[in-house]
């Protein structure tokens, strides 16, 4: 069975919204499919997707082959993931250490030898 990803068009006239799904190549667009393992709004400016990386690099490795606009929305959003990374990784350093100073005793007072 040739499996690819694909867009499966949803929402009203004039307002679409995708759902990013794995589905055997000769079903219809917005026919049956296998897994839904994203969405995509065109209409929202900035980042407006959101995929399952673990899942997609799955199917990819299965034999799954992206539509052009899905390979460009996995771009996207590996690069995305992979700049959010190292500041979370930092953020969550940085409450670490404040956690840790808030939680550490605090001294006791210096007696004076008056």
Do not use: C
């Not at 499966?8 to 794995?22: A, F, I, L, M, S």
């Not at 000769?26 to 959101?50: L, M």
């Not at 899942?55 to 929305?73: F, H």
């Amino acid at each position: 069975m040739a499996v690819s990803i694909r867009l499966r068009r949803e929402g009203t006239k004039n307002r679409p919204y995708y759902k990013v799904v794995v589905a055997d190549r000769r079903s219809p667009r917005d026919g049956k499919f296998i897994e839904i393992i994203g969405a995509y709004d065109p209409k929202v400016p900035g980042h407006n997707s959101t995929l399952k990386i673990d899942r997609v690099e799955y199917w990819i490795s299965k034999g799954a082959q992206p539509s052009d606009t899905v390979r460009s929305l996995i771009k996207k959003n590996k690069k995305a993931t992979a700049t959010a990374e190292p500041a979370a990784e930092a953020e969550r350093e940085e409450q670490q250490s404040v956690q840790e100073q808030s939680s550490s005793p605090p001294a006791p007072p210096a007696e004076d030898a008056s």
